[in-house]
Nanobody
Framework: QVQLVESGGGLVQAGGSLRLSCAASGRTIDRFNMGWFRQAPGKEREFVAVIRWKGGSTYYADSVKGRFTISRDNAKNAVYLQMNSLRLEDTAVYYC??????????????????WGQGTQVTVSS
């Protein structure tokens, strides 16, 4: 079992920045692809970013490309999401997730096996 706990969410003005953290426990995540997803009220959960277990390559949703950066620190068993130039439409609950079968990089929520409880990000005008 893997427990994931997100932190770092909050209220920020448009154009501002936040850094989300995801702390893992129970197992090491160094062999998992790790992703960030988000869900806005009334909308489905959507992919934001993923970082592969091997090599650390990254992939982003078009809506956040150039503004968000995903990173990982395997020594700390943690994943991060640096969010810059935040927009009103970035408002959502952000979730960290682990894909324990990482041979294919997935952007589909159902491919991820473990989820955190989420952290709220609210962007105001």
């Amino acid at each position: 079992q893997v427990q994931l706990v997100e932190s770092g969410g909050g209220l920020v003005q448009a154009g501002g920045s936040l850094r989300l953290s995801c702390a893992a426990s129970g197992r090491t995540i160094d062999r998992f692809n790790m992703g960030w997803f988000r869900q806005a009220p009334g909308k489905e959960r959507e992919f934001v970013a993923v970082i592969r277990w091997k090599g650390g390559s990254t992939y982003y949703a078009d809506s956040v490309k150039g503004r968000f950066t995903i990173s990982r620190d395997n020594a700390k068993n943690a994943v991060y999401l640096q969010m810059n130039s935040l927009r009103l439409e970035d408002t959502a609950v952000y979730y960290c997730a682990a894909d324990t079968s990482p041979w294919v990089t997935s952007t589909a929520p159902h491919e991820y096996d473990y989820w955190g409880q989420g952290t709220q990000v609210t962007v105001s005008s």
